[in-house]
């Protein structure tokens, strides 16, 4: 679920960079998925969410900054996009994470690769050539 593919790059070699890591982050998700229940990995899923809310504000405000800086037309829309995700991984952290460790994986993973190579796909892809015109 969690690979790198050449449909998801924008061109924009800082902000292709800053996805692939995104979607190693999902990955170490995903590999505490099929490693199977008999592990506890509480402190390993706070650990990975936090990393993931951490990374994920970087390059948010690296990424809003370059749409701010070239006068995207999208930049309310798509910040605010950008601020439902951080929202909903801070849910996600709020949850009894050590008593349904795999379910809040499974919820995760399914957030994250649904709203991940959506955006990317999508809203991402329409500010390119914004950002490479200038």
Same mark, same amino acid.
């Given at each position: 679920?969690? %690979?790198?593919?050449?449909?998801?790059? !924008?061109?924009? %070699?800082?902000?292709? @960079?800053?996805?692939?890591?995104?979607? !190693?982050?999902?990955?170490?998700? @995903?590999?505490?998925?099929?490693?199977?229940?008999?592990?506890?990995?509480?402190?390993?899923?706070?650990? !990975?969410?936090?990393? &993931? +809310?951490?990374? !994920? *504000?970087?390059?948010?405000?690296?990424? *809003?900054?370059?749409? *701010? @800086? +070239?006068?995207?037309?999208?930049?309310?829309?798509?910040?605010?996009?950008? &601020?439902?995700?951080?929202? +909903?991984?801070?849910?996600?952290?709020?949850?009894?994470?050590?008593?349904?460790?795999?379910?809040?994986?499974?919820?995760?993973?399914?957030?994250?690769?649904?709203? &991940?190579?959506?955006?990317? &796909?999508?809203?991402?892809?329409?500010?390119?050539?914004?950002?490479?015109?200038?």
């Amino acid at each position: 679920m969690f %690979n790198w593919s050449e449909n998801y790059e !924008t061109g924009i %070699n800082e902000i292709d @960079e800053q996805h692939r890591k995104l979607v !190693t982050i999902g990955a170490k998700l @995903e590999d505490m998925l099929y490693a199977g229940h008999s592990i506890d990995y509480y402190d390993y899923i706070i650990e !990975t969410i936090n990393e &993931l +809310r951490d990374y !994920t *504000e970087y390059h948010f405000s690296f990424e *809003e900054k370059k749409m *701010e @800086e +070239r006068g995207y037309d999208r930049f309310e829309l798509h910040r605010m996009e950008h &601020l439902y995700f951080i929202k +909903r991984i801070d849910k996600l952290s709020l949850q009894d994470i050590d008593s349904q460790q795999i379910s809040v994986i499974q919820e995760a993973l399914v957030f994250l690769s649904k709203w &991940l190579f959506g955006h990317i &796909l999508k809203e991402d892809m329409m500010y390119v050539d914004c950002l490479n015109k200038n």
